[in-house]
C-alpha cells in the first residue's frame, strides 16, 4: 500500500471513530426520550409501481416466502405518496460544510420514505419499475433525495440491514439493462444485498412468481444471519461486478482495463478457452464506492479538497459571472394557460 493511502486510512479511521461516537450519542438520548419495546424485525417492501400492480404482486409473491420463517412484510405505495425530484439546490452539502446535521428543504412524503426502508433494522425489498431501459422517474425521484438522510446518518453505511431489488420489465433484447444497475445505486448505500432479479415478462419458461417467492426466503433466511455471515445468493453472471452483482462493465480508456459504473470497482478483463472474466481489485472489492471509506473519500479527499483549490474557484468564479450573463438570454416557453 502506498505511503498517500496509509495516511488516508488512518485520517478516515480517526474521522469515522469520532462520527460513529457521535452517532451513538444521538441514538442512546433518543432511546432515553422513548424507552420502547424492541420490535420484531419486518420487511418493508418498496413499490414504485402502480397500485396492484405488477411490483407490488411480486413484492407479495416475496412476502409469501418470507411468510414461511415467519416473518411479516409491510408495503410502501410511493406512486400513492407525494414525492417531489431534487431540485438540486445544494443545501445538503452546504449543511454538511457546516457540521450541522442534514435537511432536505422539500416538504413530501419522501424522508418518511427514506425513514421507513433506509433507517431502523427492518429488512428492505424495493421493486421498481423499467419503462424505458432504466427504473422509473418515480424510484430515481427518491434515489436521488439520499443525501440527507446519509449525511446525517452515517452510520447507514455500515450495511447492518439485508435487502434485495426486484426490477420488472417486459421487454428482451436489452429493454432492461438498467434496471438493477439503477436500484443498486440506492441500496448499496444501506444494506447488504442478499439478492436481486430481472424479470423478464416475456421470456418463456421462467416461473418469475416462484422465482420471488425463493427471493423473499433468502431474505428472510439472512435476516436470521449475523450480518457478516450474509453472502449473496442471487445471480452471478460471469463478469459480474462482486459488490452489485451486476454486468454492466464501463471502459475508462482501454481494454483490458474495466470497472463497474455503479461501484466503481476496477478490474482486468480477459478471454479464456471462449468465455469472458474479470480479475477485480481486491482494494476496491473492500473499499467500493458506496462503502464507509468510499463516501468519505468522495466527499473529504475529492469535493471538499476540490472546493477548495484555486483553480476550482476560479472556474467557480467565472461559472457564476456567465450564469449572470445568460440571465436573459435566449426565451424561456411555457405551456398555454387554459381558460
Not at 13 to 27: F, N, P, Q, V
Not at 83 to 102: F, Q, T
Not at 112 to 126: F, N, Q, R
Request: net charge positive; charged share 30%; proline share 5%.
Amino acid at each position: 500500500m502506498s505511503q498517500s493511502k496509509e495516511k488516508e486510512l488512518e485520517q478516515f479511521t480517526l474521522i469515522m471513530e469520532g462520527r460513529d461516537k457521535i452517532a451513538e450519542a444521538r441514538k442512546k438520548k433518543g432511546l432515553e426520550a422513548v424507552a420502547k419495546k424492541p420490535e420484531k424485525k419486518k420487511i418493508i417492501g418498496l413499490s414504485c409501481g402502480t397500485k396492484n400492480g405488477n411490483c407490488e404482486t411480486f413484492i407479495k409473491e416475496a412476502a409469501k416466502g418470507a411468510e414461511e420463517f415467519g416473518i411479516e412484510t409491510e408495503i410502501i405505495r410511493a406512486i400513492e405518496l407525494k414525492v417531489n425530484p431534487c431540485k438540486g439546490c445544494g443545501a445538503d452539502l452546504e449543511i454538511l460544510r457546516r457540521g450541522k446535521l442534514d435537511v432536505c428543504p422539500i416538504k413530501d412524503d419522501v424522508p418518511w420514505i427514506l425513514e421507513k426502508t433506509v433507517l431502523g433494522d427492518d429488512a428492505v425489498i424495493v421493486a421498481a419499475p423499467v419503462y424505458y431501459i432504466r427504473s422509473n422517474a418515480l424510484f430515481m425521484a427518491i434515489c436521488e433525495r439520499m443525501h440527507p438522510t446519509m449525511f446525517s446518518h452515517l452510520e447507514i453505511l455500515k450495511k447492518r440491514k439485508v435487502g434485495a431489488i426486484i426490477s420488472v420489465g417486459g421487454g428482451v433484447n436489452g429493454w432492461t439493462s438498467f434496471g438493477l444497475s439503477m436500484v443498486n445505486i440506492w441500496v448499496q448505500h444501506f444494506a447488504t444485498l442478499v439478492d436481486q432479479m430481472q424479470v423478464e415478462m416475456r421470456l418463456p419458461g421462467i416461473d418469475w412468481f416462484a422465482r420471488a417467492r425463493e427471493l423473499g426466503r433468502n431474505v428472510a433466511r439472512a435476516m436470521n444471519m449475523p450480518i457478516e455471515e450474509v453472502k449473496y445468493v442471487g445471480p452471478e453472471p460471469a463478469v459480474s461486478c462482486p459488490v452489485c452483482h451486476c454486468d454492466i462493465l464501463q471502459v475508462p480508456q482501454d481494454l483490458p482495463n474495466v470497472y463497474c459504473p455503479v461501484c466503481w470497482v476496477r478490474g482486468v478483463i480477459s478471454v479464456e478457452n471462449g468465455k469472458m472474466k474479470v480479475k477485480w481489485n481486491e482494494w476496491d472489492i473492500n473499499h467500493a464506492r458506496f462503502s464507509e471509506y468510499g463516501v468519505w473519500y468522495h466527499l473529504d479527499v475529492e469535493i471538499l479538497k476540490y472546493m477548495a483549490d484555486p483553480l476550482a474557484r476560479e472556474h467557480f468564479k467565472k461559472l457564476e459571472e456567465r450564469k449572470k450573463e445568460y440571465k436573459s438570454f435566449c426565451k424561456i416557453i411555457k405551456p398555454p394557460v387554459k381558460s
